[in-house]
């Protein structure tokens, strides 16, 4: 597949390196050679310092040829101009990133494809979802909800207390309600089989029906946390705007931000429950007087990634349940993990996922990837004579690092077993380790 990346900044270089080691045909195009540095000779991508609104250059770059063309430098205006141009050359799907929430509503869908962009993206917003999903209970690490929550993959930390530890997985049994399909140990993760075991300090990820979850919580040793009333967020970026306009009816909202006009122009934002304290969310006096004790999740959304890191860190010694940082830093988010920081958000990462899912010749209506985990989450609708309807699960052959986590038919959710059979039209979760969702492609097509 022939794809032009335009911007070599987080998101393009991530998904760049991403997609290099997939036997892409990838051409990253960037008017600063300083940010597409050694790509070329580090990874199995072209480079081009180049413009993407130029029709010279993106002739260069031979966009006529491209099956993607995704748009992804700092400026959304650019973005738009650059996916028009390259769709007039021949561009087969164009995407474009933007910071404009209101180009995301389905009135205006008809407008940016009638001129050439055929899909937006807003990571912000993406992030900002992806942070309040998780902050449904203040025990979960990870949250997803499949078919408008016909079925949720949760990801959760177990401690000692936990019912399900130092077990052979097939002694739980084998009509459960609840799927383990995948754990996290060491910075490796496993799909399980039934001889494998649950350690004291795993991450385990579960697939489950709503109405199942609270069986989760007193297998993981979680009732006694509290449920997530209070928030505070440390930085008024877009996101923590985003994140506290989406969560204000349900939580009650702290800002602390240390730029005095920002806060001005957060307050004119957003709505009066959500309360903008001019501050440096570091600063220990400051957090006890907002309350930092009795507070429930403590988001961390400053621009660097050590200080959100740290403040987590802090947040948790003051008894909070519920942490959130976002680490813009890849090489970063081990050690958050080994910091017991919590959560972990990485635009790059969920900019990456949904980039990713207009590559795949299968009709994937959802995929994830994983912050902590090597792994992917894939929703895969079944099509007519797809080689998943041609015998039991047990006997398809998946091929090792995947698992079927569960199925959506008729809108309603079912876990998976061995005698399970799929059928056409079935949505189907799908989780596998890193680099395999596309050898997966063959069995849903």
Known sequence: MRIII???GDVGT??????????QDITLMDESQERLGSLDSNFDLLTLESSPTSIRDLREAEADKADLFVAVTPDESRNIVACQLAHSLGAQKTLARIDNYEFLMPKYREFFASIGVDSLIYPEMLAAKDIVDGMRQSWIRQWWEFADGALVMIGVKLRENAEILNVPLYTLGTDLSYHIVAIVRDDQTYIPGGSDIIEAGDLVYFMA????????????????LPDIR?????????????????MSDSCNVKIIERDLARCHRLTEALSSRIMVINGDGRDPSLLVSEGIDHTEAFIALTDSSETNILACVAAKRFGVAKTIAEVENIDYITMAEKLDVGAVINKKKIAASHIYQMMLDADVSNVKCLTFASAEVAEFIVKHGARVTK???????????????GLIRDNEGLLVSGSTQIMEGDHVVVFCLDGMIRKLERYFN
């Not at 998904?15 to 290099?20: F, I, P, Q, V």
């Not at 029906?209 to 006694?224: C, F, M, S, T, V």
């Open 6 to 8: 335009a911007g070599a």
């Open 14 to 23: 991530h998904l760049a390196k991403m997609l290099s080691g997939e036997n």
């Open 209 to 224: 029906k709503k109405k199942d979850i609270p069986l989760i919580r007193r297998i993981a040793g979680k009732q006694e």
């Open 230 to 246: 209070d928030v505070i967020i440390m930085g008024g970026s877009r996101i923590a705007v985003r994140a506290a306009q989406l």
């Open 391 to 405: 015998g039991y699960v047990k006997d398809l052959n998946l091929p090792k690092g995947a698992t079927i986590g």
